[in-house]
Structure formats: structure tokens, C-alpha cells
Nanobody, 121 residues
Framework: QVQLVESGGGLVQAGGSLRLSCAAS????????MGWFRQAPGKEREFVAA????????YYADSVKGRFTISRDFAKNTVYLQMNSLKPEDTAVYYC??????????????WGQGTQVTVSS
């Protein structure tokens, strides 16, 4: 039943780093592009980063470009989001996603439960 499970969130100081992990089922991981979205209090969910099914192509929101890195580990069916130089405005619940047209959304996307990232000043 559980197909995407996020982990790695927590509390860090500004300038620090975190690595988020998203463990996926083999079926989902092998079939779809993977990505990360986030939602801060009072705001809409926004795109953060995505990686193609092959792992060859990556996409980033302008707000995180140069600071975050998304990658796939095919042996572990896991996608990672390495987050460096964190800022307070990065504070949000981060959601892992899988879908056929990420970074665009579709009705066929899968979502994790989310993991909280809090960056203190």
C-alpha cells in the first residue's frame, strides 16, 4: 500500500544542510520521474526539484538552484534531495512525488506523506 516514504527532515540552523530521502516501490521508481515539492504555512504547494526516470535530467526551482541537488539511487529505489545553505524561507513540509510528466503535475502522480524541514535564523 505504501509506495513513497520520506525521511530526513528536521531542525537546522540557517546555512546548514539536510538530506531528504524518499523510498519508493520498485514499480513506481522504475516507471516514473521523481521529484520534491514543498508547502509552507499559508502558501500553495510549490515545485522544488525533479529528476527524470533515467536520472540523466534534473530540474530545479530558481529559488533552490545551486543549493539543492536531486539524485536517484537505482539500487535502493530511493531519490534524495541534498539541501545545502539552507535559509529560513526553506521551512516547509517537503513531499516526495512520482509521476509521468514531472516536474509538471498530472492526475497519475503519487505522493508521500511529507517530512517537516525547519530552518532557524
Amino acid at each position: 500500500q505504501v509506495q513513497l516514504v520520506e525521511s530526513g527532515g528536521g531542525l537546522v540552523q540557517a546555512g546548514g544542510s539536510l538530506r531528504l530521502s524518499c523510498a519508493a516501490s520498485g514499480r513506481i521508481f522504475s516507471s516514473y520521474a521523481m521529484g520534491w515539492f514543498r508547502q509552507a504555512p499559508g502558501k500553495e504547494r510549490e515545485f522544488v526539484a525533479a529528476v527524470s526516470r533515467s536520472g540523466s535530467n534534473t530540474y530545479y526551482a530558481d529559488s533552490v538552484k545551486g543549493r539543492f541537488t536531486i539524485s536517484r539511487d537505482f539500487a535502493k529505489n530511493t531519490v534524495y534531495l541534498q539541501m545545502n545553505s539552507l535559509k529560513p524561507e526553506d521551512t516547509a513540509v517537503y513531499y516526495c512525488a512520482a509521476g509521468p510528466v514531472l516536474p509538471s503535475l498530472s492526475n497519475n502522480d503519487y505522493w508521500g506523506q511529507g517530512t517537516q524541514v525547519t530552518v532557524s535564523s
